[in-house]
Each structure stands twice: as C-alpha cells, then as structure tokens.
C-alpha cells in the first residue's frame, strides 16, 4: 500500500506536537497492527515568535512565517501539510491557495464531525486569539452550525490555563474541575477543545457534555488522506 508523506507544522506548542505524532502512528496501527508506519516530517516553529505574531496583530509576518515553513515542508518531499494547532487556521484561508502541497483543516474537520453527531450549536473553548477570531464561527457556519463563543472572563481564565500550565505539561485535577465549571454554564450541544493542548486536560469520560478534540478528529482526517488511493 502507497502511502503519503505527512508534513506537520508544529511547535505551537511542543506538547501538542507530540500529540499529533503519537496519535497518528496510534490511528495507523490500530488498523493496520503493523510497522509500515507513514513517513512524516515536522517542522517546529518558534512557539514565543509565533505567539507574539498573534498577540501584536502582524498578520503579514504572520503569514509569512507560516507560508515558509510549509514550503520548507513540501522541499522536505511531503505529500501535504496540516498545521497542528487551531490558531493557525485563522489565516488557512489565506495561506492554502499558496500552499505547494494540499492542506488538511482542522475547522473541516470538526465540522465534519459535529455533522455526523447531529450538533448544531457548540461551544468554543481555545486560547483568547482562537475565540476572538472569526475563522470557526465562519467556517462552522457554512454547515449550518452555531459557534458560542465564552464570556470575556471566561476567556482570560481558559487562556491562562493553557499558557501557564497545559503548554509547558502542568496538568492538575482542581484546574480540571474548574474547567467543567466554565463550559458547564453554557447552553450547547457540545464544545469544542479548539486548542490542541486542551484535550490533555479533559477527556470525554471527564464529563457528560459531548467534547470535540480537535485533535483527535484532525488527526483522523490526516489518516484518512495519508492512506487514501
């Protein structure tokens, strides 16, 4: 079987980098019970360089940096890239066109898999970049599903939890806790944990609230195509 080389950008941050390569090389041989492992490349990106991008609005640098490293990506001999953070997708509209290899979205990816549940209105929970953009709203709004986007100070308690514990592996029971409290007080089919670090604190069996980890699904969705004729 041919498989396709898998490109990652990655390093936003290293924990969920290695989240997306222990989770694919899991998905390929829970269904395969082989070593014939896809081939991959990662490219770690400057966590602190691309999270000042983003906190200073400069969009255009923004772009760049994630532009040139895809193309370094694709001159590494990748079959396609997909970028193992949400934030990013922000400007995947943007950056896909211009891309020398296919991308594989994240935001489809949970759409794909909220419509195959039947959710039509779901929470957002992610860093304060994520849930202050419009790329989920939008790109879920084109299935016919609503986006609930967190209270402002529910925004800053979520945003520093993922950067001051869950991005350098600092993963506590009382923080758990007050995670269900937030996305508990928000009418919603589901939530969606649209930053990649966020599954790490909560899983399903965690809560009776339906979760998307946007992980997960991402990752399925680059297994799918890895091994696509």
């Known amino acids: 079987m041919k498989k396709k080389k898998i490109g990652l950008l990655g390093g936003f941050s290293y924990e969920s980098t290695l989240q997306y390569y222990d989770n694919l090389m899991r ?7 082989d070593y014939y492992y896809p081939e991959l490349v990662i490219y770690s990106m400057d966590f602190q360089k691309f999270t000042d991008m983003e906190n200073e609005n ?3 640098d923004y772009r760049e940096y994630i532009l040139n ?8 001999g990748v079959d396609f890239v997909a970028m193992t953070a949400n934030s990013p997708h922000s400007v995947y509209d943007d950056v896909a066109p211009k891309a020398p290899v296919p991308m594989i979205s994240i935001v489809e990816s949970v759409a794909q898999y909220a419509l195959a549940h039947h959710m039509k209105k779901i929470l957002l929970t992610g ?6 953009s419009e790329f989920y709203p939008k790109g879920l709004a084109k299935h016919g599903i609503e986006v609930v ?17 869950l991005c350098i592996g600092v993963f506590k029971d009382s923080t758990r806790e007050r995670f269900k409290e937030i996305i508990g007080s928000y009418e919603a089919d589901g939530v969606i944990l649209g930053c990649t670090e966020l599954p790490l604190l909560l899983h399903q069996e965690d809560t009776d609230i339906p979760v998307i980890s946007s ?3 991402h990752c399925k969705s680059i297994m799918e195509y890895t091994l696509a004729p």
Not at 69 to 76: R, V
Not at 127 to 132: D, E, L, R, S, V
């Open 215 to 217: 992980v997960d699904v």
């Open 127 to 132: 860093i304060k970049y994520t849930m202050n």
């Open 27 to 33: 998905l390929y041989y829970d269904q395969y019970h």
């Open 58 to 60: 400069r969009m255009d």
């Open 69 to 76: 490293a895809i193309n370094d990506l694709a001159a590494a």
């Open 149 to 165: 986007i967190p209270s402002d100070a529910d925004k800053d308690e979520i945003n520093n939890i993922i950067f001051d514990e």
